[in-house]
């Protein structure tokens, strides 16, 4: 849609950082309010958070394509804004939480219940800031049921035809998780449930929204059988199911 979301006295504010900027600070406040930990905790480790997201997302990116990479390294320092994967982000916020609250004698299952919740804020207003940037964009479809990309700068491809709005797809998940969350916050049955549940619901939605996925730059296994955001889907639903049993006996 329009990926620079406006412009104040020439300095261009882009869509994306916006979204995630503000899923950033609702995540904050709300992890704040619920955890009790003071400010100082709260920002170190939402820095270690961002730091993770960012390299994890990366990595993952240059993986899906590795040979590309190793044959021109220089495309790896040309595009630092553009071309993240969640799946790197949630893996590597994943072990460095695990580190972070082992440092500072925190319960690592109850606080990543709270971590469930505000991470899929960051993702859901991510996902926006997608679908304005064009990034992550669907497949050619009949006109009655997309959307299309015109604005030059925008990441989608082809502009000017009508393609799947796959972001919104995903964000109207997300959010959806996020509300089951909440309510269903009180109600857990274990530490640690909110977390598998919303590994295991985004995982779930995320292989079906990727059949409508058209940037296939991203890379298939198996022949083409399943995308590797597909694949890992099914791998954190695999291990979130085996926690599952593991953590609901305790």
Known sequence: MNPVLFSINGLEVYSYGFFIALGITLSFFFFKRESK???GQVSDMFLYII?????GAKVLFYLEDLPKYISHPSLIFSSPGQGFVFYGSFLFVLATLWWWFRRQGLPFRGMMDLIGIGGALVLGFGKLGCFMAGCCHGSICDPAFGIVFSNPQSMAEPLGQTLYPVQLYD??????????????KKRRAFAGQLFLIFGMAYSFGRCITELYRGDESRGFLFGGLLSHSQFIGLLVISVSLYFWRKWRRV
């Open 51 to 55: 730091v993770a997201a960012f390299v």
């Open 37 to 39: 930990l003071d400010y």
């Open 171 to 184: 964000a109207l998940l997300v959010f959806s998780i996020v509300g089951f969350l909440l309510w269903y």
